[in-house]
């Protein structure tokens, strides 16, 4: 079976920074496109940045030049290093990647249990 697992997030003061880790494990064969979300009480899940394989990457407006991401394809895991955090910043941060077990023939998407990001004086 394969996983999503995130992990580096916590409780920072504004202007702070985090990295986020997202490693995937289990009967993987390959695995593609991967991007990270957010989602904060009372709001929809918002894209904020996506890597390809080859490591082409997007970012949402509300991100572009505070956060980077990234991926070592050898360790199975991508990254999100977030810079000058601000209140708004505060949710819920999900990994998401299209993913092709061993002996599947088909890639399937999944998503990590998501990791609390709180920015707070």
């Known amino acids: 079976q394969v996983q999503l697992v995130e992990s580096g997030g916590g409780l920072v003061q504004p202007g702070g920074s985090l990295r986020l880790s997202c490693v995937a494990s289990?009967?993987?064969?390959?695995?593609?496109?991967m991007g990270w979300y957010r989602q904060a009480p009372g709001k929809e899940r918002e894209l904020l940045a996506h890597?390809?394989?080859?490591?082409?990457?997007n970012y949402a407006d509300s991100v572009k030049g505070r956060f980077t991401i990234s991926r070592d394809n050898a360790k199975n895991t991508v990254y999100l290093q977030m810079n000058s955090l601000k209140p708004e910043d505060t949710a819920v941060y999900y990994c998401?990647?299209?993913?092709?077990?061993?002996?599947?023939?088909?890639?399937?998407?999944?998503w990590g249990q998501g990791t609390q990001v709180t920015v707070s004086s």
């Open positions: 998401n990647a299209d993913i092709r077990a061993v002996r599947g023939g088909r890639s399937t998407n999944y």
């Open positions: 289990g009967s993987l064969r390959s695995i593609y496109d």
């Open positions: 890597i390809t394989s080859g490591g082409i990457t």
